[in-house]
């Protein structure tokens, strides 16, 4: 007898947002610091660990740009983990943040969508962690407006639909790796692909409405 095969994890591509989805839940967000999150990563692509250690002094204003560093001093629970490659040789100190890759370190541009809400929020604020204390909290924040707005909604999820948004922009696919700061360029190049199939499942629905 043998057991039954699990599914296959979903792709985060099977999971990105369609724009009416985003309207929906944009409608249903409560507060600056909802939107903040939701935007926020909506916007930049960045992954959670990223977004929650984002501080002011990663933003040149002047270039209109976000630099995420080779790492940064934090104190929080989750960076006095030390943590070690296979061989048992430490790749982060405690008390360390280092982005997940070394293609993470990249610059993102800051786009009209969050220009605001950024300058707003850090007028007054050092560091996101001030008011999102950790990716936990952060989780927990996105679960709320998932069950507000009845939709389907994880960290991962936004940032593949930045990187949909930046395909329906002509964004090419040496563009969209550097933004998301993928190691590869088969996984831009599969939300290239992505949004061509979501144009044309406009176009048909369009054309069906117009019969």
Known sequence: MSW????PKPKTKDHVLEDLT??????V?????????????????MRISEFVHFRRDWINWEKGLIFIPKRQVCRCFECKRVLR???????KPSGVWKPKTHEAVR????????????RDYFKSHRAIMEV??????????????????????????LRGTFATLLADKDFDAIEIKEILGWKSFETAEEYIHLSGSRVLKAVKEKWKRSE
């Open 4 to 7: 039954p095969k699990s599914k």
């Open 22 to 27: 985003i309207n929906k839940i944009k409608n």
């Open 29 to 45: 967000i409560e507060s600056k610091l909802e939107a903040l999150l939701f935007l926020g990563l909506l916007y930049t692509g």
């Open 85 to 91: 490659n296979r061989k048992g040789e430490v790749t």
């Open 107 to 118: 610059p993102i541009p800051i786009l009209p969508e969050v220009e605001e809400l950024f």
């Open 132 to 157: 999102i204390a950790s990716r936990v909290y952060a989780w927990m924040m996105l679960k709320k407006i998932e069950k507000n707005a009845n939709v389907k909604l994880f960290p991962h999820m």
